[in-house]
T-cell receptor
Framework: DAKTTQPPSMDCAEGRAANLPCNHSTISGNEYVYWYRQIHSQGPQYIIHGLKNNETNEMASLIITEDRKSSTLILPHATLRDTAVYYCIVRVNWSARQLTFGSGTQLTVLP | DAGVTQSPTHLIKTRGQQVTLRCSPKSGHDTVSWYQQALGQGPQFIFQYYEEEERQRGNFPDRFSGHQFPNYSSELNVNALLLGDSALYLC??????????????FGEGSRLTVL
């Protein structure tokens, strides 16, 4: 699976959009981009995933560049409960269950 | 609908001892994976069980072993504990085949401290 690069930490004001970047320059054509987050002392939680098109669900939006070498997770209206470590993961396909976690981005939402 | 449940939530062992951790997958899920998360790091894949067999394994020694039961629940066993085995052990369940997003559902974890 392709390696990902994320900033170690980011801050965001409550109520504002949080934009979390991820670089995956070695991504292959059949690899999906997944985002999980881990709130302190809890297990990781699935957020969203995509292949090449932008995706949106009730939690977030995922913007993937045309060349697929980077992506951005957008939390449109961040709340204090969104403070967590966010992991960007690239893997071959959805049926491959193993996830390779990096160090992630610690997002802190400030009041 | 209960999610993934793990037990115990916390435990303390001494070097050389053995430990067994347990996991019940989310209802309807047939695949269980185990991850080790050291403090300040992302989770690391240990192995995955499906149809009571180990299907994939990460870079972990044979001291780490597992089992899956007919009801899809699973156990993780670690023998000859080392100080470095202190970590949060996470269980994740999923559906092996069929439709869905392919997401994994994680439990809250079992925090193991080795003294």
């Amino acid at each position: 699976d392709a390696k990902t690069t994320q900033p170690p930490s980011m801050d965001c004001a409550e109520g504002r959009a949080a934009n979390l970047p991820c670089n995956h320059s070695t991504i292959s054509g059949n690899e999906y981009v997944y985002w999980y987050r881990q709130i302190h002392s809890q297990g990781p939680q699935y957020i969203i995933h995509g292949l090449k098109n932008n995706e949106t669900n009730e939690m977030a939006s995922l913007i993937i560049t045309e060349d697929r070498k980077s992506s951005t997770l957008i939390l449109p209206h961040a709340t204090l409960r969104d403070t967590a470590v966010y992991y960007c993961i690239v893997r071959v396909n959805w049926s491959a269950r193993q996830l390779t976690f990096g160090s992630g981005t610690q997002l802190t939402v400030l009041p | 609908d209960a999610g993934v449940t793990q037990s115990p939530t916390h435990l303390i062992k001494t070097r050389g001892q053995q430990v067994t951790l347990r996991c019940s997958p989310k209802s309807g899920h047939d695949t269980v994976s185990w991850y080790q998360q050291a403090l300040g790091q992302g989770p690391q894949f240990i192995f995955q069980y499906y149809e009571e067999e180990e299907r994939q394994r990460g870079n972990f020694p044979d001291r780490f072993s597992g089992h899956q039961f007919p009801n899809y629940s699973s156990e993780l066993n670690v023998n000859a504990l080392l100080l470095g085995d202190s970590a949060l052990y996470l269980c994740a369940s999923s559906i092996q085949e069929g439709s869905g997003t392919g997401e994994l559902f994680f439990g809250e974890g079992s925090r193991l401290t080795v003294l």
